[in-house]
């Protein structure tokens, strides 16, 4: 893939990446990053984590909450929960829970590959561990990038009042 996208770079403008599962997709784009010199996104990530943060700075405000207040719960840790986590991170939330199918990213668990130990860096800071409905009690936001059926009705159920729901 990467060979193929260098070869055909001088033909383009930019480069959009499109369904390639984590975590070659990481490989991929931080190589192309480094040999091509024309823009290059992939859509998992970059495209739904832009949407994300747009949609949530708006919720927010409906719902009269800052980012630097509130608790975020990202449900899938793939190429859109973490690009997702590290934007809203930038974007100056303070406090956000990464789970992948295992439960709780949070540093020092075991068994984990590379970059689900790099979002665990600049995440949970309260160092939550369990599962899903253990990180969601008194969130203010849980988005879910996960399979279907792994956000339930108990999850949204034990979050703060007015929760956003993605």
Do not use: W
Not at 52 to 71: Q, S
């Amino acid at each position: 893939i990467i060979k193929t996208i260098i070869n055909i770079a001088p033909g383009f403008g930019g480069i959009n990446l499109e369904d390639i599962s984590a975590p070659p997709c990481f490989e991929i784009e931080e190589r192309l990053k480094e040999a091509l010199n024309i823009p290059l996104m992939h859509d998992d990530q970059h495209g739904t984590a832009i949407v994300v943060l747009a949609g949530l700075m708006n919720a927010v405000k409906v719902v009269k909450k800052k980012f630097e207040n509130i608790k975020v719960v990202v449900v899938g840790a793939g190429a859109a929960g973490r690009a997702i986590t590290l934007l809203l991170v930038k974007a100056g939330i303070t406090n956000v829970i990464v789970t992948d199918s295992t439960g709780v990213i949070y540093k020092g668990r075991k068994g984990m590959a590379q970059y689900k130990n790099d979002l665990a860096k600049v995440t949970n800071p309260e160092n939550c561990k369990g599962i899903v409905a253990d990180a969601v009690k008194g969130a203010d936001v849980i988005i879910g990038v996960s399979g279907p059926g792994t956000i339930t009705k108990a999850h949204i159920e034990v979050m703060a009042k007015d929760a956003i729901v993605f």
